[in-house]
């Protein structure tokens, strides 16, 4: 059984709209983006800290989104083949899903660890020691795995005809719904609700947060300090809203618009720009990230 994978980017590339080199170039932008910054992190001892450890898992999270995601189609481009197999379909569906989930709930552990600095800064030190900033990446990869493989499970409980079209340019779970030729009603609603747990209950949780962040920051009586106590949040809430924004135009379009087109342009959004956004959102808005990449840029600068 094969699923014959169409996206309507695809198609427009062909027009002239777009480039499969700009394509390239934005997934080596992103790759190399990210891998920048989790050397720089890695390279400077300053920056040997709880926040910026879970920054460098996250960007690792969106350097195997990419790379789970992007060269297939790149590859489909080039070959005009377009077609992918029901078991591939259903690995890409696996590594793609666990790391979008592990980005999820990295950005939630990023959320608390912002929640105890500001909230408990006495003790901060104590609460996000190594063994317990260890702990929490490792059950976000879990939980996140686990998320993958009931999506895993439930797509290949469905029926599909022989050759399906797929208006994505990868294989994700809510559109294969729409796909199936048996009837999904009960299977629908289990996949949402997967999809609400592991999406809802995080960022409720950074809420949660964030919410508890505001009422001590406005506690702070000079306006510099409340300043200094927000402006490390910034760039954490910057990414949340450009992911979770995305996200929900994703879901949203293929839930209640039939237009292929709409639902292209938020996966283009969901999938290719908010994970080469990240590094620069971090590096532009963090002094100390910009120091530790001038750092690192000079040592790996081969000498004259």
Known sequence: MSLNSYFLVSQRIQNGSFSSGMFLSTYL?????????ILAVSSDSHLHTPMYFFLSNLSLSNI???????????????????????VDCLVQLSFSTAFRYTEVLLLTVKAYDRFVAICQPLHYSVIMNSHFCSLLVWV???????GSQLHCWMVSEFTFCPEVEIPHFFCDPFLLLNLA????????????????????IPFSGIL??????????????????????FS????????VFLFYGTCLGVYLSSAVSSSV???????????????????FIYSLRNRDIRKALQRFCRLAKPPT
């Open 181 to 200: 030729c048996s009837d999904t009603t009960t299977k629908k609603i289990l996949v949402y609700c997967i999809g609400a747990i592991f999406g809802g």
């Open 64 to 86: 195997g989104f990419t790379c789970a995601t992007i060269p297939n189609m790149l590859m489909d481009l080039q070959t005009h083949q377009r077609m992918i197999s029901y």
């Open 208 to 229: 949660f947060s964030y919410t508890q962040i505001v009422s001590s920051i406005l506690k702070v009586p000079s306006s510099s300090g409340k300043y200094k106590a």
């Open 261 to 279: 087109r709409s639902g292209a342009i938020a996966s283009v959004m969901y999938s290719v720009v908010t994970p080469m956004l990240n590094p």
């Open 140 to 146: 976000s990869l879990f939980l996140s795995l686990l």
């Open 29 to 37: 932008v992103t790759v190399l983006g990210n891998l920048l910054l």
């Open 232 to 239: 490390t949040c910034g760039s954490h809430l910057s990414v």
